[in-house]
Nanobody
Framework: QVQLAESGGGLAQAGGSLRLSCAAS????????MGWYRQAPGNQRELVAT???????NYVDSVKGRFTISRDNAKNTVYLQMNSLKPEDTAVYYC????????????WGQGTQVTVST
């Protein structure tokens, strides 16, 4: 059974930092592509960052230079370091996984709330 468990969300002030973690089980973690999505109230879920099994990363324009996605295959964990947070980063953040051949992310975590105050 695949499980993705996010942690590290919470309340931060604008300009502050948070680090999200996502621990995976039930998949061959090192083989999978991993992603972070977010969904703010009234908005569609949007892709924030992805990392391939070889470590290549990609980001949505709104977080480039502020967020960093990374992975530790020995710990079956993917991270999202979020710096210079803005109120518009407030959302529920979801971890997702897919095999390299997948066209969409198949596995999802329950999400963790990030709230950025002014």
């Amino acid at each position: 059974q695949v499980q993705l468990a996010e942690s590290g969300g919470g309340l931060a002030q604008a300009g502050g930092s948070l680090r999200l973690s996502c621990a995976a089980s039930g998949i061959i973690f090192s083989y999978n592509y991993m992603g972070w999505y977010r969904q703010a109230p009234g908005n569609q879920r949007e892709l924030v960052a992805t990392i391939t099994n070889s470590g290549r990363t990609n980001y949505v324009d709104s977080v480039k230079g502020r967020f960093t996605i990374s992975r530790d295959n020995a710990k079956n964990t993917v991270y999202l370091q979020m710096n210079s947070l803005k109120p518009e980063d407030t959302a529920v953040y979801y971890c997702a996984a897919k095999p390299p051949w997948g066209t969409s992310y198949d596995y999802w975590g329950q999400g963790t709330q990030v709230t950025v105050s002014t």
